[in-house]
Each structure stands twice: as structure tokens, then as C-alpha cells.
């Protein structure tokens, strides 16, 4: 058989190109549109001429053409994301988008990879409206049951009955509060509404310690902070109310999945980075782990990890490690876990350090 000629070669590509549903543009340093493959011919209009037009002209947006401009500046060789309102037809889409550099041989420029995501974001509003009325409307009947509950709890006829329907009505309240959490971490469009001030992050993890103290004693538990000796070093800048929440959902799943373990062991770990000013975080407990293929689904909001059947006690919702991660990458950062059961589980957060000061303000 022959081997495909070069064109050949091309039209193929051109064939599988079309067949993808995001729009895809390359444009050359003027912005002039040079190859567009079936999605984004039909992308601002119905199967209208691209190639050969500058790009402004045929998607009429600034804020569109400024992230090509954005892309093909930059020297980085990743390529930029970022999300765009298209003001002529209000709808929402994410723009991946990278330079071309002459080693491609094709002369300098850039490309898009357009995708619309206007249902997706409306469905997701939808779900967190829905999340947070619901909630909402559940505390005040929740608070009302606890209330009448307190007030037959001295009664020695309902005395167990009381106290089986206050430990699921304190669950029921966990839940819903987390739940409200969840969409406060979640509103304004994603954005997690951020209080941000200096805190010093040991004093932060201190306090969370002192209100899970009752927990650790009763576990006979050994909980080491390390945080770094220059005070400067411990400066942090965020929202300190999600970081208590943070660090309570850490130690205190440390705690409540290994009341089992003798000799339990959690250590809080705090470095920072000076050349890359980023702060190094490290949740360390030596209890019973997690399972190599539940890893990468602890984050995902209402997982746990199935128990057997003498850990199905273990108090929970399922929402606190998603509350963690909407949290930390809130304040730009990321966590991940490592764990080896029985022997250590590690939750790591890298997130950037405060700006440094300007020479005027030390
Ligand atoms: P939960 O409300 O169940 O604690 P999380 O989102 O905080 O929900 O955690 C999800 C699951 O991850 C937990 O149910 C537990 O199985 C697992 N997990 C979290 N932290 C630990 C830990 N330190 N050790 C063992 N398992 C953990």
C-alpha cells in the first residue's frame, strides 16, 4: 500500500478536526484567522467564511481577542484558561488558548479551543441554589424538634427514645450546616466569597486543637504541631473562618476514623518556601488510612469510604473533605492525600504565602 501523500495526510486531519465539538481557531500574529475547523465556522454564526477575516470581526468580542493576545504573549509554554461572557450572545464559554512559536514553521501566532459551557454553569447554579433554599429551609424546623426534645429529656419514661432522636437530629443539623458551608463556599458564581486578613496560621491551628481537646483526650491522643520558628514565616493571608474550617475537618477526621487506634499519632506541619513564597501544609495521622482506589474520590462531595462493619459508627457527612478543597483552591492552592494504611496518611496543601512587603511598608 502507498503511503498517504502529505495532502492526504491533511485532509485527514482536517476530517478528524471537524468531527470535534470544541472550535478550534489558528490565527496568525495579526490576528488573522488562518485555520477554523467545522465548530467554529458554525460558532458565531451559521457556517460563515472565517479563514482569511481577523478574528474581532467575526466574534465581535474584546474580552474574547484579548485572551488570544493573552496567550500568544506569554512566554509560557502551558496554555491559558480562562471563562468569557460573549456580550452579543450572552452566552458563557471556555477558552483554552496557546502561542505558536516558529518551530511549528507555520510563522508565529496562536490557537483557541473554544467550548460552550452556558448549560453546564446554568445546571450547576440550579444545583447550588437548590442546595442552599433547601438547607436553609430545613434549620429552622430542625431547631424547633431540638427545642421540644431538650424539653422532655428529664422525663424518665422517653429517656432512651430522647436520646436516640437527639443523636440523629444532632446528624441531621451536621449535615445541613455543612450543606449551607458547601454553598457559601460555592456562590457567587463559583467564587468562594473571601474575607481575607493577616492571621498567624499557628494561633489558627492552635485554636482548633483546644476545640477538639475533649476529643484528643479521650483518644489518649498525641497531636505535634511544628510551625516555622520566625513569626514573619507564620503570616498568612485568607479567610480565616474557611481556615478553621480546614484544619477542623482535617484533625478531626484524623481523630473520628481511628478511634481504634492505640497509639495515635497526628501531627500538623506548617513550612514555608521562601524562594517560591508558598506555604507548605501537612496533616499527618498514623490510623488505619485510606484505601488506594478511594484516593482520588475522598474529595468528591457525600463519599466515604465504605467502612466494615464494625467503623459504620463513625460520624459523618460525606461534605467535609469537598468543603476543604472548594476552600483551599479558593485562596489559590491545592491539596492531595497519600496514604499508606495502617502506617501514615498525609494531607498536603501547597498554597501561596501573602505578598511580600514593599520596601516603603517595612
Ligand atoms: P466525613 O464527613 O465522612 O468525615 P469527609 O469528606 O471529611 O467526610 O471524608 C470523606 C471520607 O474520607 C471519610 O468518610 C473517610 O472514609 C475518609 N477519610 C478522611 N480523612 C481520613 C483519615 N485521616 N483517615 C482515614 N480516612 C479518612
Known amino acids: 500500500m502507498q503511503r498517504a501523500s502529505a495532502e492526504g495526510g491533511q485532509k485527514i486531519q482536517n476530517i478528524l478536526l471537524d468531527q470535534v465539538q470544541d472550535a478550534l481557531f489558528i490565527i496568525?500574529?495579526?490576528?488573522?484567522?488562518?485555520y477554523a475547523n467545522r465548530a467554529a465556522k458554525q460558532f458565531f454564526g451559521d457556517d460563515i467564511e472565517v479563514i482569511g477575516r481577523q478574528l474581532i470581526e467575526v466574534c465581535l468580542d474584546h474580552n474574547f481577542v484579548q485572551i488570544a493576545e493573552r496567550a500568544m504573549q506569554s512566554q509560557s509554554l502551558s496554555p491559558i484558561q480562562d471563562k468569557v461572557k460573549l456580550a452579543t450572545t450572552n452566552r458563557t464559554v471556555l477558552i483554552e488558548a496557546g502561542a505558536i512559536n516558529s518551530n511549528y514553521q507555520i510563522g508565529q501566532g496562536g490557537w483557541m479551543m473554544v467550548r460552550?459551557?452556558?448549560?453546564?454553569?446554568?445546571?450547576?447554579?440550579?444545583?447550588?441554589?437548590?442546595?442552599?433554599?433547601?438547607?436553609?429551609?430545613?434549620?429552622?424546623?430542625?431547631?424547633?424538634?431540638?427545642?421540644?426534645?431538650?424539653?422532655?429529656?428529664?422525663?424518665?419514661k422517653y429517656t432512651q427514645a430522647v436520646g436516640i432522636m437527639s443523636k440523629h437530629t444532632d446528624r441531621l443539623a451536621r449535615i445541613v450546616d455543612?450543606?449551607?458551608?458547601?454553598?457559601?463556599?460555592?456562590?457567587a458564581d463559583g467564587d468562594m466569597v473571601k474575607k481575607e486578613v493577616l492571621f498567624d496560621i499557628g494561633d489558627c491551628i492552635e485554636d482548633i486543637i483546644?476545640?477538639?481537646?475533649?476529643?484528643?483526650?479521650?483518644?489518649?491522643?498525641?497531636?505535634?504541631?511544628?510551625l516555622p520558628p520566625d513569626s514573619e514565616d507564620r503570616n498568612f493571608?485568607?479567610?480565616?473562618?474557611?481556615?478553621?474550617?480546614?484544619?477542623?475537618?482535617?484533625?478531626?477526621?484524623?481523630?473520628?476514623?481511628?478511634?481504634?487506634?492505640?497509639?495515635?499519632?497526628?501531627e500538623v506541619v506548617v513550612k514555608k518556601k521562601a524562594k517560591t513564597n508558598q506555604f507548605l501544609i501537612k496533616v499527618v495521622d498514623?490510623?488505619?488510612?485510606i484505601p488506594r482506589d478511594a484516593l482520588r474520590e475522598v474529595f468528591k462531595r457525600f463519599y466515604r469510604v465504605e467502612k466494615s462493619h464494625s467503623q459504620q459508627k463513625i460520624k459523618g457527612t460525606g461534605l467535609g473533605l469537598s468543603i476543604v478543597k472548594r476552600a483551599v483552591e479558593a485562596?489559590?492552592?491545592?491539596?492531595?492525600?497519600?496514604?499508606?494504611?495502617?502506617?501514615?496518611?498525609?494531607?498536603?496543601?501547597?498554597?501561596?504565602?501573602?505578598?511580600?512587603?514593599?520596601?516603603?511598608?517595612?
Open 28 to 34: 496568525d500574529e495579526v490576528q488573522e484567522i488562518l
Open 178 to 187: 455543612d450543606m449551607l458551608l458547601i454553598s457559601r463556599v460555592e456562590s
Open 286 to 289: 498514623n490510623g488505619i488510612g
Open 331 to 362: 485562596h489559590y492552592g491545592s491539596i492531595h492525600v497519600e496514604s499508606q494504611p495502617g502506617y501514615r496518611t498525609r494531607f498536603i496543601i501547597s498554597v501561596p504565602g501573602p505578598p511580600p512587603a514593599s520596601p516603603q511598608e517595612s
Open 210 to 226: 483546644q476545640q477538639l481537646q475533649p476529643v484528643i483526650d479521650e483518644q489518649n491522643a498525641k497531636v505535634k504541631v511544628m
Open 237 to 266: 493571608l485568607g479567610d480565616r473562618f474557611y481556615w478553621d474550617q480546614i484544619f477542623f475537618n482535617l484533625i478531626e477526621n484524623a481523630l473520628k476514623q481511628n478511634t481504634h487506634v492505640a497509639a495515635l499519632k497526628i
Open 116 to 156: 460552550d459551557i452556558t448549560t453546564e454553569l446554568h445546571t450547576e447554579q440550579v444545583r447550588q441554589d437548590f442546595v442552599a433554599n433547601a438547607s436553609h429551609e430545613l434549620r429552622t424546623p430542625l431547631s424547633i424538634i431540638k427545642g421540644y426534645l431538650e424539653m422532655i429529656e428529664d422525663d424518665p
